[in-house]
C-alpha cells in the first residue's frame, strides 16, 4: 500500500518540480514582504505572513512529489519482479 502512494506521489516529476518552484518564488516574496514591513511598513509584514503559508504549502507538496519519484526509482531497482507502471521504471 505504501509503494502505491509513493508511486502515485511521484509519478509526475515535471509538476511536482513546478510546484516546489512555485513555492520557492513565493517563499521569496513572502521573505522580501516581511523584510520590507520591517524597515518602511508594518503592515506589509502581515501580508508577507499570509503570503509564507501557500509558499510552504507548495514547496513542501513539491519536494514531496521529487522524493517520492526518486525513491520509487529505487524501489523498482530493488525489486524488479513487482508489477508497476512503465513510467515508474528508470530509464
Known amino acids: ?3 502505491q502512494y509513493i508511486y502515485r506521489l511521484g ?3 515535471k509538476v511536482s ?3 516546489f518552484l512555485i513555492g520557492i518564488i513565493l517563499f521569496g516574496c513572502a ?3 516581511i ?3 520591517y524597515y518602511y511598513q508594518p503592515v506589509v509584514q502581515l501580508v508577507g505572513l499570509i503570503i509564507m503559508i501557500p ?3 507548495f514547496a513542501l507538496w ?3 512529489g521529487i522524493f ?3 525513491f520509487s526509482q529505487v524501489i523498482v531497482t530493488m525489486y524488479p519482479g513487482d508489477k508497476v507502471d512503465d513510467n515508474d521504471r528508470p530509464k
Open 31 to 33: 521573505v522580501a514582504a
Open 62 to 64: 513539491g519536494y514531496l
Open 35 to 37: 523584510a520590507y514591513g
Open 11 to 13: 509519478q509526475q516529476p
Open 17 to 19: 518540480l513546478k510546484r
Open 1 to 3: 500500500m505504501l509503494k
Open 68 to 70: 517520492a519519484n526518486r
Open 55 to 57: 509558499a510552504l504549502f
